[in-house]
C-alpha cells in the first residue's frame, strides 16, 4: 500500500501521470492569462495617466506661456514693460500649476537664465541642460519629455512662443517636473485588487483543474480496474469502456488478447486431453494382452510369443508418439536457436529420397525426382530434413499399391518450392483445414494401422514456419494430393 503511495506520487512529480499532466494544464492556461492580463492592465493604464497628466499639464503650461508673452514677462518690448500686479499673476498661476501637480516650474529666458524658479532657488542662475538648449533650436514637445518611472516623476520642457513676430519665436523656456505620486497610488490600489481578483482565480482554476484532471482521467482508471479483475481472475468476460475512442481501442485490443488467450488455453487443454488419450491407447492394450495372459494358466509359448511381440509393437508406438511430441514442443519453444546453414537442398532431397524408397518399394510406389535447378538455400538442415521426410513419408503411406510419387524442386531468386505429388488416397475437402492440427488424422484406424500419430503435419508446419516460409495443399479424395513448401532462399531471422 505505501509502496503504491510512493509509486503514484513518483508518477506525479516526475509528470508521467496524465492526471498531473492534466492538473498542470489547466492551471497554467487559467493562471498565466490572468497573471499577464493584471500585468497588461496596470501598464495601460500607468501609460494612458501619465499621457493624460502630461497633456493636462502641457495645455496649463501653454496658457501661462501666452500669458507670459502677451505681459511681456521678459521685457522683450520697450513700447510695454510689465506691470508688478500683472507678473504676480503669472507668478501665482505657475505657483498653482506647481501646487496642484506636485512640481516644480522653472521660466528660462533666452540667454538660458532661471527669471522665475517656483522653488525660488534657482532664480539668477544659468542653466545648461540639453533639453532647454534643443528645446530653443525648435525641437518637438514630445521628444523633450521625460517620465523617469525609478525616482517618480515627469519632466517637460515647453518652449515659450512669441507668435506677434514673423516669424515667431521661441522667447523662453518652462522648465517643468511633476510628481507621479498619484499615478502610483492609483496604481497601487488598482494592484490590490487585482492580487485578490487573481488569488480569487487561482483558487477556483485549481479546484477546476483538479476536478478536470480526476474526471477526465477516470475512464482509464476504469480500464485499469476492468483489466486487474480480469488479471486477478475474478472475471474474465469481455471489458468495455467507451467514454473515450482511446479507451474503446485500449479495451478492444485488451479483448481480443483475451480471447486469444482463450483460445490457447482452449487448444493447451485439448491437446493434454488429445496427448493422454493417444498415450493411454497403447498403454491400454499393452494391459489387455498382459492380462490375458496372466489369467490363463499354461498358456503355450507361442501364444506369449505372440503377445509380447504385440507388447513390443504397443511400445514402439508409445515411443513414436512422444519422440513426436518432444518434435513438436522443440519446435514450439520461440527462444530456440535455429541452426541456419547453406545447404544444396538438391542432395539433401536426394539423401531423404535414398532413405525412404525401401519403403516405398514395399507397397510398389515409384518416387520420382524432379529438380528445375540447383538450389543452394539458407535452412537448418535438421528441420528441412523434418519436413521433407515427413511429406514424403505421408505421400507413400497414404498412396495405393503400385502408384507413385512425384518429388519436385524449383526455385526463384528469392525462394525455393518443394513439391510432394502422390496418386494417393487423397483428402477429404472438410477435413483439409485440419491436417495440420496435432493429433488429426481423416482417417484414425487406417493411420494407426500404418504407424501414424497425426503430429506429423503439425510438426512440418512448424518447421516450415521457423523459416518463414508457406505450405499450402491441393488434394482431390481418391485421385492424390499435393504440397507445396515455399522457402526463402536466404534467412533473414525470425
Ligand atoms: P500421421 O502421423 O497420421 O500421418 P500427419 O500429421 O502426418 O499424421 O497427417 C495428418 C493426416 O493427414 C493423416 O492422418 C492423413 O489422414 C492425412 N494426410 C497427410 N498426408 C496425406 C497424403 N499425402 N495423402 C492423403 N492423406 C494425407
Not at 421 to 435: F, K, N, R, T
Not at 450 to 476: E, P
Request: proline share 2%; aromatic share 6%.
Amino acid at each position: 500500500m505505501i509502496a503504491k503511495i510512493f509509486g503514484d506520487l513518483k508518477e506525479i512529480l516526475t509528470l508521467r501521470s496524465l492526471q498531473a499532466r492534466i492538473f498542470i494544464i489547466v492551471l497554467v492556461m487559467g493562471i498565466i492569462p490572468c497573471v499577464v492580463m493584471r500585468y497588461g492592465i496596470l501598464d495601460n493604464y500607468e501609460e494612458r495617466a501619465v499621457e493624460n497628466r502630461i497633456s493636462s499639464v502641457q495645455n496649463q503650461l501653454m496658457v501661462v506661456g501666452n500669458h507670459l508673452i502677451s505681459n511681456n514677462y521678459f521685457n522683450l518690448k520697450p513700447e510695454g514693460f510689465t506691470s508688478s500686479v500683472s507678473k504676480e499673476v503669472i507668478n501665482a498661476e505657475l505657483e498653482m500649476i506647481s501646487n496642484l501637480y506636485e512640481g516644480r516650474v522653472m521660466i528660462i529666458d533666452s540667454s538660458l537664465r532661471v527669471v522665475r524658479d517656483t522653488y525660488g532657488i534657482s532664480e539668477g542662475k544659468t542653466i545648461v541642460s540639453e533639453e532647454v538648449i534643443r528645446c530653443f533650436q525648435g525641437e518637438n514637445v514630445s521628444n523633450l519629455t521625460n517620465y523617469d518611472r525609478e525616482h517618480g516623476y515627469i519632466e517637460m520642457t515647453t518652449p515659450i512662443i512669441d507668435s506677434s513676430m514673423e516669424p515667431s519665436v521661441i522667447v523662453g523656456v518652462m522648465l517643468t517636473s511633476i510628481s507621479n505620486d498619484a499615478i502610483v497610488n492609483t496604481m497601487e490600489a488598482v494592484n490590490r485588487r487585482g492580487v485578490i481578483l487573481q488569488n480569487l482565480i487561482v483558487v477556483v482554476v485549481m479546484a477546476l483543474a483538479m476536478t478536470l484532471s480526476v474526471l477526465l482521467t477516470r475512464p482509464f482508471n476504469r480500464v485499469t480496474e476492468a483489466i486487474r479483475e480480469v488479471k486477478e481472475g475474478y472475471s474474465d468476460e469481455s471489458i468495455s469502456v467507451t467514454d473515450y475512442a482511446e479507451t474503446v481501442h485500449i479495451v478492444d485490443a485488451f479483448n481480443q488478447l483475451l480471447k486469444r488467450m482463450r483460445d490457447l488455453d482452449v487448444s493447451r487443454q485439448e491437446f493434454v486431453e488429445n496427448v493422454s488419450h493417444e498415450l493411454k491407447t497403447p498403454m491400454a492394450a499393452i494391459k489387455v494382452l498382459a492380462d490375458s495372459l496372466l489369467v490363463q494358466q499354461d498358456a503355450p509359448v507361442e501364444l506369449y510369443q505372440e503377445f509380447l511381440g504385440d507388447i513390443t509393437s504397443e511400445i514402439d508406438r508409445e515411443n513414436r508418439i512422444i519422440t513426436d511430441l518432444l518434435a513438436l514442443v522443440k519446435m514450439d519453444k520461440k527462444a530456440q536457436e535455429l541452426n541456419i546453414v547453406s545447404l544444396n537442398v538438391n542432395d539433401l532431397t536426394e539423401l531423404i529420397l535414398k532413405r525412404l524408397r525401401p519403403i516405398a518399394r514395399k507397397k510398389d510406389v515409384e518416387v520420382v525426382f524432379e529438380s528445375m535447378r540447383p538450389v543452394t538455400a539458407e535452412v537448418d538442415e535438421v528441420k528441412m530434413t523434418l519436413i521433407m521426410t515427413n511429406l514424403v513419408e505421408n505421400a507413400i503411406k497414404y498412396n495405393k499399391d503400385h502408384g507413385w510419387v512425384k518429388v519436385e524442386l524449383d526455385a526463384d531468386h528469392q525462394y525455393f518450392t518443394f513439391r510432394v505429388s502422390d496418386s494417393g488416397v487423397g483428402i477429404p475437402e472438410d477435413a483439409l483445414a485440419h491436417i495440420y492440427d496435432r493429433f488429426y488424422r481423416v482417417d484414425k484406424s487406417h493411420s494407426r494401422e500404418i504407424g501414424g500419430t497425426g503430429l506429423g503435419l503439425a510438426i512440418t508446419k512448424s518447421a516450415v514456419l521457423v523459416h518463414r516460409g508457406t505450405i499450402t495443399v491441393t488434394s482431390k479424395e481418391g485421385q492424390g494430393s499435393s504440397f507445396s513448401v515455399r522457402i526463402p532462399l536466404f534467412y533473414t531471422g525470425s
